[in-house]
């Protein structure tokens, strides 16, 4: 075994052990071991899956108009600071 392989290794006993001294177990609630054991018996159902679907593709919807109405707003406010130079006279050098 390399040496490195070995630091790596003892790395993650000590971090364990760090981690098994700091936690302590918690048991799981009685409601929710119950609902576990309802949705294993019964298997898996496709409407549960095909809920997912339909949250993912509206996050995804969601983001991608929320992405294009933040380029917008990014393209209206540089034209509007260019005008804004421009009617103050501060746009484009002036040469004497």
Request: no cysteine.
């Amino acid at each position: 075994m390399s040496r490195q392989r070995y630091e790596e290794e003892n790395e993650m006993k000590d971090l364990e052990v760090h981690l098994e001294s700091a936690l302590a177990p918690v048991n799981p609630r009685a409601e929710f071991i119950r609902a576990l054991e309802d949705t294993l018996a019964r298997g898996a159902n496709l409407d549960d899956f095909r809920g997912d679907v339909r949250r993912a593709i509206g996050f995804g919807f969601t983001a991608a108009v929320g992405l294009l109405g933040g380029v917008l707003a990014l393209a209206v406010g540089v034209r509007a600071i260019i005008a804004l130079f421009n009617l103050f006279g501060y746009g484009g050098l002036r040469r004497s």
